[in-house]
């Protein structure tokens, strides 16, 4: 299965962007997608995760509030709405996939992944 992830751009702090992410076709029955991101110099971080079944969702707690993860199943894809931007979420975000039902934002259980798309956000 291959993702690709769009939707990145320049934007200044207090705005909005919403990132896409469409998987080429359904990779598995249960599944989670996801998006991390990896800041200049720092490690990848999970995200927003949402379960592909009943829409459940996971948002780490620096963007709970002003991120939303959402899923249209009918065209295997991810969303992730980020509203009041600030100038550390600047990152290149990316969209995965992780083929369990056990919830996670841990980069290294995630097997499928797109590429990345850049966020900066100005001051």
């Known amino acids: 299965v291959q993702l690709q992830a769009s939707g990145g751009g320049l934007v200044q702090a207090g705005g909005s962007l919403r990132l896409s992410c469409a998987a080429s076709?359904?990779?598995?029955?249960?599944?989670?997608m996801a998006w991390f991101r990896q800041g200049p110099g720092k490690e990848r971080e999970g995200v927003a995760c949402?379960?592909?079944?009943?829409?459940?969702?996971l948002h780490t707690n620096t963007v709970k509030g002003r991120f939303t993860v959402s899923r249209n199943n009918a065209e295997n894809t991810v969303y992730l709405q980020m509203d009041n931007l600030k100038p550390e979420d600047t990152a290149v975000y990316y969209c995965?996939?992780?083929?369990?039902?056990?919830?996670?934002?841990?980069?290294?259980?995630?097997?499928?992944w797109g590429q990345g798309t850049q966020l900066t956000v100005s001051s």
């Open positions: 076709r359904r990779p598995f029955s249960r599944f989670f």
């Open positions: 995965a996939i992780l083929p369990t039902l056990m919830v996670s934002l841990r980069p290294d259980r995630y097997t499928y």
């Open positions: 949402v379960a592909h079944d009943d829409g459940s969702t």
